[in-house]
T-cell receptor, first 109, second 118 residues
Framework: LAKTTQPISMDSYEGQEVNITCSHNNIATNDYITWYQQFPSQGPRFIIQGYKTKVTNEVASLFIPADRKSSTLSLPRVSLSDTAVYYCLVGLNDYKLSFGAGTTVTVRA | ETGVTQTPRHLVMGMTNKKSLKCEQHLGHNAMYWYKQSAKKPLELMFVYSLEERVENNSVPSRFSPECPNSSHLFLHLHTLQPEDSALYLC?????????????????FGPGTRLTVT
């Protein structure tokens, strides 16, 4: 089971780029890396997923080095509404998914 | 609105009670999941129903009993719970191809049921 480790919290200001790194040293060959965002009183919401190198969508980028032992979620130009908890998920198969404990990102004006 | 609804949103129950949590998905997915989210702990995947068949998870106590009558509905039956079972219980759904791991798929989560066991 790939154990995932993330920073507990990060502070930022509006307009800045936020980078959150997740460590997953024993990631398996077939494991995917997925990031979710969660607001209070809501369930997690999918942000982005990748397997290797770089993936970009309309809200974020995901950077995965060649050894895949870590991954970095990049949120460009954050706004107050990006204040949330961000979770890294590593895994592929049933009951072998490993969520990180979450990173609370606080964006200030 | 993610297309996954859960009822009730809040539940307080005694240790001797029996209650059920309900989840419904309106996305046409063929896989549904129960997660437990406790304070200061990572999300724990409790049960997987894929193509209407349960994938067994022997690590979850028998006081939690899932039921999936069809691909749109999922229940979690609770009985003789302990105070440490107090948590947010989240339902999720996704599409899933036979034999493919669920980590490949984007999961859609409901808002959760906040359970307090007294």
């Amino acid at each position: 089971l790939a154990k995932t480790t993330q920073p507990i919290s990060m502070d930022s200001y509006e307009g800045q780029e936020v980078n959150i790194t997740c460590s997953h040293n024993n990631i398996a060959t077939n494991d995917y890396i997925t990031w979710y965002q969660q607001f209070p009183s809501q369930g997690p919401r999918f942000i982005i997923q990748g397997y290797k190198t770089k993936v970009t969508n309309e809200v974020a980028s995901l950077f995965i080095p060649a050894d895949r032992k870590s991954s970095t979620l990049s949120l460009p130009r954050v706004s107050l509404s990006d204040t949330a908890v961000y979770y890294c998920l590593v895994g592929l198969n049933d009951y072998k998914l490993s969520f990180g404990a979450g990173t609370t990102v606080t964006v200030r004006a | 609105e993610t297309g996954v609804t859960q009822t009730p949103r809040h539940l307080v129950m005694g240790m001797t009670n029996k209650k059920s949590l309900k989840c419904e998905q309106h996305l046409g997915h063929n896989a549904m999941y129960w997660y437990k989210q406790s304070a200061k702990k990572p999300l724990e995947l409790m049960f997987v129903y894929s193509l209407e068949e349960r994938v067994e998870n022997n690590s979850v106590p028998s006081r939690f009993s899932p039921e999936c009558p069809n691909s749109s509905h999922l229940f979690l039956h609770l009985h003789t719970l302990q105070p440490e079972d107090s948590a947010l219980y989240l339902c999720a759904s996704s599409q899933r191809a036979p034999g493919q791991g669920i980590g490949v798929y984007e999961q859609y989560f409901g808002p959760g049921t906040r359970l307090t066991v007294t």
